[in-house]
């Protein structure tokens, strides 16, 4: 396993109840793990605890065997990288910006590999003819694309993926996810996401960690997604059916 969580506990305070409560967690290589669960079930704060921003009450996060937490923060970021909802980037170019994921491997200058590397990145995600554009200036859907590139470049082995969809069309949401599974499945890289949408969730996902009150429920396959599941996790009425061999939520 690339990413295992162990009874893992957070609280922002000794005093204040814990917002995760004995979190389990596993995700391979090259697959795409969604995080489902009502707004403040916990799933931001899981991937802060990932990415080092806050430190665990108790339990481990295991990346490749080894502990995530004694991992220095400029080396994690070259195995794991973050795309959050809505990047900040600055007044920069989209290759500035792009560049930008390169600093774990310089000091204060770039140097001529880690613009080779961005240039090829731009190439890959046919984002050649942005490069000299402000990122102030793109769409919603063009940022999202700048924001994976950046993170791209980083060369991780996992991502993580925090709403990637939120506030954008729906041409730009299916966009994204197919370019999120693209980048499963051609590097092999492992990807944990928290999605709103659970048919987005199905479309994309290989795994489904469904959180509730800081614990994960219910965790496996497509095969587990349920309606008695759903309406427990979401505490709300939905529908659930198969259309062309495929489940299908549908709210009542």
Request: aromatic share 6%; net charge neutral.
């Amino acid at each position: 396993m690339i990413l295992e969580i162990k009874d893992l506990r957070f609280g922002y305070s000794k005093r204040s109840p814990l917002v995760l409560d004995g979190v389990n967690l596993e995700l391979d290589k090259g697959e795409i793990g969604v995080l489902l669960g009502k707004n403040g079930s916990g799933k931001t704060t899981l991937f802060k605890n990932i990415l080092g921003l806050v430190k665990p009450a108790s339990g481990n996060i295991l990346f490749k065997g080894k502990d995530l937490l004694k991992i220095k923060g400029n080396e994690r970021a070259k195995h794991i990288s973050y795309v959050p909802q809505n990047a900040e980037f600055g007044s920069l170019s989209v290759f500035d910006t792009v560049l930008m994921g390169r600093m774990p491997y310089f000091g204060l200058r770039s140097g001529s590999s880690d613009e080779e590397k961005t240039a090829e990145m731009l190439k890959e995600m046919g984002m050649e003819h942005l490069a000299s554009r402000n990122v102030e200036e793109l769409s919603g859907g063009e940022r999202q694309k700048t924001a994976i590139a950046r993170a791209l470049v980083q060369e991780p082995e996992f991502m993580i993926f925090d709403e990637p969809t939120g506030n954008l069309d729906i041409a730009n949401e299916q966009l994204i996810l197919k370019e999120a599974g693209r980048v499963a499945k051609e590097k092999g890289i492992g990807i944990l996401t928290s999605l709103h949408d659970i048919n987005q969730a199905l479309a994309v996902g290989d795994r489904f960690f469904f959180l509730k009150n800081g614990r994960i429920l219910y965790s496996g396959d497509s095969s587990i997604v349920s309606k008695e599941i759903i309406e427990d996790v979401f505490d709300a009425k939905v529908n659930l059916i198969e259309h062309e061999g495929k489940k299908v939520v549908l709210n009542y």
